[in-house]
């Protein structure tokens, strides 16, 4: 078990560096309206990694991968069907987007827009954002697959199984925790920096809400298309 333990730790903690949860903590902290309700987005990251990695141990992925296959094999056109008119009706929103933020800024006014401070996020958004975000990262978490075929090879038992689990998932939220603290005790000096980055973040999410379903719908529309004529 020794072994498995600092097998565990090694990748646990290469695994923690993970640039994305860790970038979206350091803004969501200055979004909170008390710092510890950071920590709602920290126990979603946990909560769902331990999850995760209990429910690939279990074969709950192969579950699905059959379940997958019966389903496209019955209703395949269908599927590509929807995903063709999905495809096409985001293309639409991206359109009507771009539309709406000409139309809201228009070229003759010389004033400066203020950028609103943005509203405080709930628990309850740190909680599923954490959550959401894990869930999209799990599939390709590479050191964390690893170490679950080495749990599953190593034939131990199920309480073995899920203390190693645990400690891998308690060090794959450590930089979160840490980030924590040193936003505790650098305050004013973090909230400056984000400050910045917030006006940055403001201007580039408006053209992602554009942009992003636009090139949603044009890959659904063009996968959709190929998988029901091709």
Same mark, same amino acid.
Not at 133 to 143: E, F
């Given at each position: 078990?020794?072994?498995?333990?600092?097998?565990?730790?090694?990748?646990?903690?290469?695994?923690?560096?993970?640039?994305?949860?860790?970038?979206?903590?350091?803004?969501?902290?200055?979004?909170?309206?008390?710092?510890?309700?950071?920590?709602?987005?920290?126990?979603?990251?946990?909560?769902?990694?331990?999850?995760?990695?209990?429910?690939?141990?279990?074969?709950?992925?192969?579950?699905?991968?059959?379940?997958?296959?019966?389903?496209?094999? +019955?209703? $395949?056109?269908?599927?590509? /069907?929807?995903?063709?008119? @999905?495809? &096409?009706?985001?293309?639409?929103?991206?359109?009507? =987007?771009?539309?709406?933020?000409?139309?809201?800024?228009?070229?003759?006014?010389?004033?400066?827009?203020?950028?609103?401070?943005?509203?405080?996020?709930?628990?309850?958004?740190?909680?599923?954002?954490?959550?959401?975000?894990?869930?999209?990262?799990?599939?390709?978490?590479?050191?964390?697959?690893?170490?679950?075929?080495?749990?599953? +090879?190593? $034939?131990?038992?199920?309480? /073995?199984?899920?203390?190693? @689990?645990? &400690?891998?998932?308690?060090?794959?939220?450590?930089? =979160?925790?840490?980030?924590?603290?040193?936003?505790?005790?650098?305050?004013?000096?973090?909230?400056?920096?984000?400050?910045?980055?917030?006006?940055?973040?403001?201007?580039?999410?408006?053209?992602?809400?554009?942009?992003?379903?636009?090139?949603?719908?044009?890959?659904?529309?063009?996968?959709?298309?190929?998988?029901?004529?091709?």
């Amino acid at each position: 078990m020794w072994p498995l333990l600092s097998t565990g730790v090694g990748l646990g903690l290469i695994d923690s560096l993970n640039p994305f949860t860790i970038s979206a903590q350091a803004v969501l902290q200055a979004l909170v309206k008390k710092s510890y309700h950071i920590w709602y987005y920290i126990f979603g990251t946990f909560i769902s990694y331990f999850i995760g990695g209990l429910l690939v141990i279990f074969g709950i992925d192969k579950f699905f991968s059959t379940f997958y296959g019966s389903i496209m094999a +019955e209703y $395949s056109n269908i599927i590509f /069907s929807l995903e063709i008119t @999905l495809g &096409i009706g985001l293309v639409f929103l991206g359109a009507f =987007l771009l539309y709406k933020k000409k139309k809201a800024s228009p070229s003759s006014n010389k004033k400066e827009k203020k950028i609103a401070p943005p509203k405080s996020v709930t628990p309850l958004f740190l909680l599923f954002l954490g959550v959401s975000n894990t869930i999209g990262d799990l599939p390709t978490a590479i050191p964390y697959l690893i170490f679950i075929a080495q749990l599953v +090879e190593a $034939s131990i038992s199920m309480g /073995s199984v899920l203390f190693l @689990l645990l &400690i891998y998932n308690i060090i794959y939220i450590l930089p =979160l925790v840490i980030l924590f603290f040193l936003y505790i005790f650098n305050k004013d000096k973090v909230d400056t920096t984000i400050e910045k980055l917030r006006r940055k973040v403001a201007n580039i999410s408006e053209w992602a809400a554009i942009i992003l379903p636009t090139a949603a719908g044009v890959f659904l529309g063009i996968h959709g298309y190929i998988s029901l004529f091709a």
